[in-house]
């Protein structure tokens, strides 16, 4: 069964050398050749990644028969980015709700320290 | 080979049921059985994407003998976001692009057609 779009992205993504190859992309297209050196790996192994990221729409391949520069295709990302929005509130919901929990926290403990020291100063040595 | 944590979690997104799933979550935590209802679906595949999930570190499930609920895990979230911030920048820049082509486009359009004005109001009819 073929994958929907945005699973075919997560796919992709899923493999951390294809990420290394995005992350080396998003400086700037670049060939298969020049993207193989810094990976210590054969050039059919950097094609076969990068077939993998142009089915999913993250790249695009250039189409000069000799050098096919692979670039970032960045709206494939913003879909990505589209699917967590939903989430973004819940996280966000999650660290207000850390947050007011520590500042409870803080409070008491000063308010702690204030009633040590209020007694301190009440209590006659 | 196992996977990193990252990659785990983008193969565990890269499936509909399981992002479905993820969806009903969000609105709050449930157990297999309600989750099984409107999917249709058996309660062991449930439980079997339930599991990918659970490894990913995307949701957690309650300790609880007979009703472990399913929980979403904001933070897991966080993680794929920051990820993408690096590329965010790309596709901003990317749209910014787009919006002072359009914008030059469209005022070539207005030249075009003021010139067009000012040349028929000149020439006599």
Same mark, same amino acid.
């Given at each position: 069964?073929?994958?929907?779009?945005?699973?075919?992205?997560?796919?992709?993504?899923?493999?951390?050398?294809?990420?290394?190859?995005?992350?080396?992309?998003?400086?700037?297209?670049?060939?298969?050749?020049? @993207?193989?050196?810094?990976?210590?790996?054969? $050039?059919? +192994?950097?094609? %076969?990644? /990068?077939?993998?990221? &142009?089915?999913?729409?993250?790249?695009?391949?250039?189409?000069?028969?000799?050098?096919?520069?692979?670039?970032?295709?960045?709206?494939?990302?913003?879909?990505?980015?589209?699917?967590?929005?939903?989430?973004?509130? @819940?996280?966000?919901?999650?660290?207000?709700? $850390?947050? +007011?929990?520590? %500042?409870? /926290?803080?409070?008491? &403990?000063?308010?702690?320290?204030?009633?040590?020291?209020?007694?301190?100063?009440?209590?006659?040595?």
């Amino acid at each position: 069964m073929p994958l929907d779009p945005l699973s075919t992205k997560f796919a992709a993504l899923a493999d951390p050398t294809r990420r290394a190859i995005l992350a080396r992309l998003a400086l700037g297209e670049t060939s298969v050749s020049e @993207l193989a050196q810094p990976f210590a790996m054969s $050039l059919p +192994a950097v094609s %076969k990644h /990068l077939k993998v990221l &142009e089915n999913a729409g993250l790249i695009t391949r250039g189409r000069e028969a000799q050098w096919r520069p692979a670039r970032i295709e960045p709206e494939a990302f913003k879909e990505v980015d589209s699917w967590l929005d939903r989430y973004r509130q @819940l996280w966000e919901e999650h660290f207000d709700r $850390l947050d +007011a929990y520590l %500042k409870r /926290l803080q409070a008491k &403990e000063k308010n702690k320290k204030k009633r040590v020291a209020v007694k301190r100063r009440r209590t006659p040595r």
